[in-house]
């Protein structure tokens, strides 16, 4: 309300001074309110404006300006104002109660007044009131409220059977204002039959037992419209404080409803799926500990991801990837309706929470279903899609005693069973544990790494193979951690391209390695710089922009940049990543297939890319001279040469890889026959050492 006082603050105006001292009486001797007083319209807009009361108690009549003018003017004041103003007029003065709810009054009361009712009237005035407000700021609340909570004023006198009521609930009742009065037979009837019996007793309880009544019911609509309401009621006394009626409000909170319960819905279920989701599995997995401490029974919890859905999702767009969540949410649900509790825990990964397990055997004939299930085909809007699932899989009371605990321990097992591969199920233990608090540890120190400056370039060397001079080189980041030392990048990388960081972390050695090699080049060593480009940097919308931001800033010639792609990066989009490698091409700068012949990539495919290079993976090379005749190796050289394209070697690491690869003419060679990667500083004295040489 208005007033910050302790009391409330009641505005009587009236130009009759018996009239209000009557009034003042009345209130003081039965309410707790203060009270303040105007003669007139203009005193009354004046007292209003200066002491913002609780409440108006207005006379219709009155001099300078009329009760209906002062009040129409008092809601001018503010559109939101939902101060109560009860207006006083004449008892068979239709047209005078029509004309004050017209210009705003919130009720009114006739003359003479009844004053043994009068505080009675005025507190059920307040309390509307306050429910108006109380309940559009509920509705506020709500994201699909839009509009204030209807509240209608009602009389029922059980003596005489007479019903009066305010127009707002006739409008609550679909009755016209104009031509009919609600009376207490359509009241009654207006409720379904299932519900009027405990209405009335409840009514005749709250009049005979003098107490309050409260509930909630619905009415009975011509438009087919479910429609609910709330009331509260409290009896009417007469003069011998002996209750004979009772006088209240109704509400129409049927948005309200309806919003609470969409609420309720997006609160605990998913959107896509219409599966549970993670709030409600949380909350329903910690009744059902505390039913199976109590009956010593075991729980087991199940995590699926499914894999390759995120490549699905970009291969296929998000409206497949969508049907296919929904697909495998009706499919499961169907399957486990009877025997467990099934939601979409987060992204691609479900949850499965088995009741009264009565052993791990059984846990493992749901898991291996599960990854029967998902190793069908499924047809999404004509699309045959082939996943697989990674299982994690805890148990309680064995795993932990708190379920944000046990939830987070089946997720340590699914990640471990998705880094295994995928396609299978994992059960947690406590070394996993300890490996997920390592790992989340570093990928906290990773987030900080590139603003501490821990990140290092090392350069390894490239060799023209029948001069075995330098040409090149390729750059490789390296993370000298404060405590660890050097994370290997096996270890950081994967993190970095799950977490995103790998977007800042390219982008930096990119600029990094083309700086450097410029500065090389100024020195006399003009060599061409190899750069990796992950997946995740394909994803990049501005990987373009960025490029050529970089080669503008450290000037060096497009033709020294070359840009080594995995063969599966490739495969995974290949228009998309056809498309982005043209760009490349067409801005002089060179590509190369690094890792080839590890992937899935065909003639065909490797036609179509604007191609420099193919660098083959150390697998063919390691065995050569040791029981493997290097067929494989010489097979990519030959096609690579038929193609006109040159061939790097990788993982040289003995005279006999050198001499085979010479003897069948690979191009170039690396590997730590020739260096290691290298620092800065060493890699500027080997090219020094060499050159000399």
């Known amino acids: 309300m208005a007033n910050n006082k302790n009391k409330p603050l009641i505005l009587i105006v009236d130009d009759d001074d018996i009239t209000r001292l009557t009034l003042r009486k009345v209130l003081e001797k039965e309410t707790d309110y203060q009270l303040i007083e105007a003669r007139n319209g203009i005193e009354a807009l004046e007292q209003f404006k200066k002491h913002q009361p609780d409440m108006v108690l207005m006379d219709v009549m009155m001099p300078e300006i009329n009760g209906y003018e002062a009040c129409h003017a008092i809601r001018k004041i503010s559109d939101e104002d939902t101060t109560p103003i009860m207006m006083l007029t004449g008892l068979n003065d239709i047209d005078a109660i029509e004309q004050a709810f017209y210009v705003g009054a919130t009720d009114?009361?006739?003359?003479?007044?009844?004053?043994?009712?009068?505080?009675?009237?005025?507190?059920?005035?307040?309390?509307?009131?306050?429910?108006?407000?109380?309940?559009?700021?509920?509705?506020?609340?709500?994201?699909?409220?839009?509009?204030?909570?209807?509240?209608?004023?009602?009389?029922?006198?059980?003596?005489?059977?007479?019903?009066?009521?305010?127009?707002?609930?006739?409008?609550?009742?679909?009755?016209?204002?104009?031509?009919?009065?609600?009376?207490?037979?359509?009241?009654?009837?207006a409720i379904p039959a299932s519900e009027q019996e405990y209405f009335i007793e409840s009514i005749d309880t709250a009049i005979s037992e003098n107490i309050h009544c409260e509930f909630t019911h619905h009415l009975i609509s011509d438009t087919n419209k479910d429609r609910i309401v709330k009331l509260h009621g409290e009896p009417i006394l007469d003069e011998n404080k002996i209750p004979y009626g009772i006088a209240g409000t109704i509400q129409d909170i049927t948005e309200r409803k309806q919003a609470e319960a969409l609420i309720q819905l997006r609160t605990y279920y998913d959107t896509i799926t219409e599966l549970p989701n993670r709030f409600y599995l949380s909350k329903q997995l910690g009744k059902l500990m505390q039913q199976a401490e109590t009956n010593n029974h075991t729980i087991s919890i199940i995590l699926f991801h499914l894999d390759r859905f995120r490549e699905i999702n970009d291969t296929l767009g998000h409206r497949i990837g969508d049907q296919l969540l929904r697909i495998i949410a009706k499919q499961f649900s169907h399957y486990f309706r009877d025997e467990a509790i099934f939601a979409r825990f987060d992204g691609a990964t479900f949850a499965l929470i088995l009741n009264k397990v009565r052993s791990v055997d059984e846990t493992i004939v749901i898991a291996e279903k599960i990854l029967d299930m998902l190793a069908q085909p499924y047809i999404v809007h004509e699309h045959e899609v082939f996943i697989s699932g990674s299982i994690g899989i805890t148990l309680h009371p064995d795993g932990a005693t708190d379920k944000e605990t046990l939830l987070k321990n089946a997720d340590t097992a699914m990640s471990l069973a998705r880094k295994s591969g995928g396609n299978q199920y994992q059960f947690f233990s406590s070394e996993m544990n300890t490996l997920a608090e390592q790992r989340l540890q570093l990928e906290t120190d990773l987030r900080k790494a590139l603003d501490r400056n821990e990140f290092r370039v090392y350069y390894q060397p490239q060799f023209d193979c029948q001069t075995r001079k330098i040409i090149g080189m390729e750059a490789l980041i390296r993370w000298i951690h404060p405590v660890r030392g050097i994370v290997s990048p096996l270890e950081f990388i994967p993190i970095a391209e799950e977490t995103n960081l790998i977007m800042a972390i390219g982008e930096w050695v990119m600029k990094t390695a083309m700086a450097q090699t410029k500065l090389w080049h100024q020195q006399g060593h003009p060599l061409r710089i190899g750069v990796n480009l992950s997946a995740i940097q394909f994803t990049d919308k501005n990987l373009i922009a960025n490029i050529e931001k970089s080669l503008k800033e450290t000037g060096l010639a497009p033709e020294y940049l070359d840009f080594e792609v995995t063969e599966s990066i490739?495969?995974?989009?290949?228009?998309?990543?056809?498309?982005?490698?043209?760009?490349?091409?067409?801005?002089?700068?060179?590509?190369?297939?690094?890792?080839?012949?590890?992937?899935?990539?065909?003639?065909?495919?490797?036609?179509?890319?604007?191609?420099?290079?193919?660098?083959?993976?150390?697998?063919?090379?390691k065995n050569i001279g040791n029981g493997d005749d290097g067929t494989l190796a010489k097979a990519i050289i030959a096609m690579a040469h038929s193609m006109d394209l040159n061939v790097i070697a990788e993982g040289i690491e003995i005279e006999n890889h050198y001499d085979f690869l010479k003897l069948y003419k690979c191009n170039e060679l690396q590997g730590f026959l020739f260096s290691p990667p290298l620092p800065t500083d060493k890699f500027e004295a080997f090219i020094n050492q060499n050159s000399a040489a």
């Open 108 to 189: 009114f009361i006739t003359k003479p007044i009844n004053w043994p009712i009068l505080a009675q009237r005025v507190r059920y005035a307040m309390r509307t009131s306050e429910l108006y407000v109380d309940s559009r700021k509920k509705q506020l609340q709500l994201s699909h409220a839009q509009h204030i909570a209807k509240l209608g004023y009602f009389e029922y006198n059980k003596n005489t059977h007479s019903f009066t009521c305010s127009e707002e609930l006739l409008n609550i009742f679909n009755i016209d204002a104009d031509s009919n009065q609600l009376s207490f037979n359509q009241f009654i009837h």
């Open 570 to 621: 490739a495969m995974d989009d290949f228009n998309t990543t056809l498309n982005i490698l043209h760009k490349i091409k067409s801005m002089g700068i060179r590509i190369s297939i690094d890792d080839f012949g590890t992937g899935h990539s065909s003639l065909g495919y490797l036609q179509r890319m604007p191609v420099n290079t193919i660098k083959i993976d150390r697998a063919f090379i």
